[in-house]
Nanobody, 122 residues
Framework: VQLVESGGGLVQPGGSLTLSCVASGTIFKIKSMRWYRQAPGNEREPGNEREFVAAITSFGTPNYADSVKGRFTISRDNAENAVYLEMKNLRLEDTAIYYC???????????WGKGTLVTVSS
């Protein structure tokens, strides 16, 4: 299973972006899908671990990190094996590489995309 993110870019504070992630390959069923983020630069630096942003179950139940509640909306299209992250009122601290993550059924394998960079800057 391969995950490919898109939609990143440069946006001003207060602006909006929508990220997409599509799963492809030999897929039986995608269970939960998630977005994580990590500050760009030294990804191996202690304290710069990937941060949970949002998750959505196969039934469409969302869950958000406190830092993005009310600003980000996660959604998915099960028929397309896709997950989206609508981001509004972006802040400087939202600048990060955003990674898509998915659980596959029935092997319970976890897959990651390569990330898409979101830069919030004036």
């Amino acid at each position: 299973v391969q995950l490919v993110e898109s939609g990143g870019g440069l946006v001003q504070p207060g602006g909006s972006l929508t990220l997409s992630c599509v799963a492809s390959g030999t897929i039986f069923k995608i269970k939960s899908m998630r977005w994580y983020r990590q500050a760009p630069g030294n990804e191996r630096e202690p304290g710069n671990e990937r941060e949970f942003v949002a998750a959505i179950t196969s039934f469409g139940t969302p869950n958000y990190a406190d830092s993005v509640k009310g600003r980000f909306t996660i959604s998915r299209d099960n028929a397309e094996n896709a997950v989206y992250l609508e981001m509004k009122n972006l802040r400087l601290e939202d600048t990060a590489i955003y990674y898509c993550n998915a659980d596959h059924y029935p092997d319970d394998m976890e897959y990651w995309g390569k990330g898409t960079l979101v830069t919030v800057s004036s």
